[in-house]
C-alpha cells in the first residue's frame, strides 16, 4: 500500500508483487528525475524493486529474518536478482537446505547496522546535481527480538510498567490463538514474562534509533539536511500483553495506531496532528512536496493540505481489516470492530476519548447505540467504496457472515478471560 498508493483489496496477492500499472513510489520519482536508492527489506518483488531504484544496496527480498544474518542482494543494474543460496533454516530438525533470492550474507552484523550503513555510504559518497530519493527499510523491531550486546540490559523489565490492557488470556477468542506472533510466548501471559519482552522490544527500538541518528548526522555532514524530507514510519503495532495478544494480527489501537513523523521543507515544525490517514497517504504527500505530479495509478490523498491549514480534514473515517475474521471502522473518537468467524459474531465499540485502552464495550450501552448503528453504516459504505468482496456473490464483509448469526456465539461484550482460558485449555 506504502509503495503504490493503493488500498488493500486493490493489490496483487497481497502486494507480492507490483504489476507494471501500478506505478511505485520509488518510479514516480525515478521518471521526475530523481536518483532513487533502495536498501533493506522489500516485500514486493524484484521486478518492482528494479524499475523503483536506480541505486542500491544490501538489498533483502522477503519478510522477516535472523537478524544477525540477512541474505542479501547487491545491486544490479540491469535487475536481474535470479542468484539464489543454500541456507539451512534449522539445522538440528532438518537435513536439506533451502534457496534462498542473495548474492552474500554478512554473518554476524546486525540487519539495523547493515542497511544503516549502506545510507550512510550512499549519502556521504553522493555526487549528482540531482535530487535523491531514499527508500530505507528496516528489519527491526521485529522478532525475533535481538540486538547488539550494548543495547540489551539497556531497559530493566523490573521497573517497566504493564499496560493498562494487559490481559493474561486473550479477552475475545478469534481463532488466532496460535497465529503467528501468538505463539512466541505461552499462555497465560505472565507480567514478568510480558516485562521483559517490552524490554527487548524497547531496546531493538533504542537500536534503531541511535542508526537513524547517523543518517541524520550523514545529511548534516553533507549539507543537504536543510532542503531534505525525511520521514519515519513503521507498521509493527505488537501488542506484547495488551489485550492478551502479543502480535499485530488484530484492528485495536496498540496495532494499528503506528508511528508517523515527517521533517522537512514544506512541513511546520513542531506540528502534531490527531487527523486520520493510512501509511499510503505518504506516497501522494510527498509527491506534492516535491512538485510532482501524482500518478493515476495512486488511491491515497495528499496529506499536504494538513500542513497548510491544520483543521482540514483529509480522511472522516479508516477502513480496517484483517483477514476474513474482522473488520473495522473509526473515525476520530469512535471504533467499531466486527469479528465474524463461524463460531463467533461480536461487534464492539470503544469511545477512544474516554477509553484510550479499549477495555469497555459500549456496543450494547444505551446512549451508544445510535453510534454504534452510524459506524455500522459507515463500514458497509467504506466496504463497498475499497471494494471488499469476500465471495464470488459479492457480498461485503457485514453481510457474508449473517448466515452465521444461528450457529455463532452472540455475545455482544465478548467471553470472559476465565472463558476464553477454559476454552483454550479444551483446544490445546
Known sequence: ??????????????????????VTMGECLRSAGYRTFGTGKWHNGPDSYARSFTDGAEIFFGGMWDHWNVPACDFHADGDYERKIHYTPNFTAQS??????ADHIHAGVHSTDLFTDAA????????????????????APHDPRTMPEEYRNMYNPDDIPLPGNYAEMPLVNFGWTDGRDESIEAYPRRPERIRQHIADYYAMISHIDTRVGLVLDALEERGMAENTIVVLMGDNGLAIGQHGLMGKQNLYEH?????????????????????LCYLMDVYPTLCDLCGVEIPASVEAKSLAPIFAQPDTTVRDALY?????RMR????????????????LKLTQLFDLQNDPWELNNCYDVPGYREIGARLEARMLELSREWDDRLNEDGDVFWQAYDRY?????????????????KQMQISQ
Open 328 to 343: 473495522g471502522v473509526m473515525d476520530e473518537r469512535y471504533k467499531l470492530i466486527a469479528f465474524r468467524t463461524e463460531k
Open 255 to 275: 496495532s494499528v495506531n503506528v508511528p508517523l513523523v515527517m521533517a522537512g521543507p514544506g512541513i511546520p515544525a513542531g506540528m502534531r496532528s490527531e487527523k
Open 120 to 139: 550512510v555510504d550512499f549519502i556521504r559518497s553522493y555526487q549528482d546535481d540531482k535530487p535523491f530519493f531514499m527508500y530505507v527499510s528496516f528489519l
Open 1 to 22: 500500500m506504502l509503495n503504490t498508493g493503493r488500498g488493500l483489496f486493490h493489490l496483487v496477492e497481497n502486494g507480492k508483487s507490483i504489476p507494471c500499472e501500478h
Open 96 to 101: 536439506d537446505p533451502v534457496m534462498v533470492r
Open 405 to 421: 448469526e444461528s450457529a455463532a456465539v452472540k455475545n455482544p461484550r465478548g467471553p470472559s478471560g476465565a472463558d476464553v482460558k
Open 320 to 324: 480496517l481489516a484483517f483477514q476474513g
